[in-house]
């Protein structure tokens, strides 16, 4: 059985993420592009690709070989990382600052129904799937349809 490692300096993956970046726009290819080669799904490979998640190795290896990394960088694709993409502080990025206009808005909302819905506990970041879909809109433009699937764990009284 392999080794599972954790990597302790967010600025690592960080700038693994820079590099990732760098080949991508370099070779032209979409996440998409990148993570049909792996199997794996999109948001996961993108998400692991920006140091959020950690890849099996031999998703790794093929992408390291895609995005022409070293070996390092291969290994580095594989550790576990130190999770959290975003720093303290209200986001000023307009895109990721809709989420958190949307969770000041409707957060409250969505725990007052989670909590009708199934009792205390949380949905699961760990056991969790993410789509973005692009869909047009009846009204004219089109409109981004995003779920967010993450099993539900009850807190439970010890």
Do not use: C
Request: no cysteine.
């Amino acid at each position: 059985m392999p080794h599972t490692h954790a990597q302790l300096d967010p600025q690592a993956r960080l700038d693994l993420a820079q590099a990732v970046v760098a080949a991508k726009t370099r070779k032209d290819l979409t996440w998409q592009e990148l993570a049909d080669a792996t199997g794996l799904s999109e948001a996961f490979v993108t998400a692991a690709l920006l140091g959020q998640h950690a890849l099996p190795a031999d998703a790794a290896r093929t992408l390291a070989e895609r995005l022409d990394l070293d070996a390092e960088a291969e290994r580095l694709l594989q550790t576990i990382p130190l999770r959290g993409s975003l720093p303290g502080g209200v986001p000023t990025d307009p895109t990721i600052y809709r989420f958190h206009e949307m969770l000041q808005v409707y957060g409250t909302t969505l725990k007052a129904l989670i909590h009708e819905k199934f009792g205390d506990g949380i949905i699961s970041a760990v056991n969790f799937r993410l789509d973005v879909k692009k869909v047009a809109d009846p009204e004219g433009g089109t409109r981004a349809v995003i779920t967010l699937d993450g099993k539900y764990l009850p807190a439970e009284p010890f």
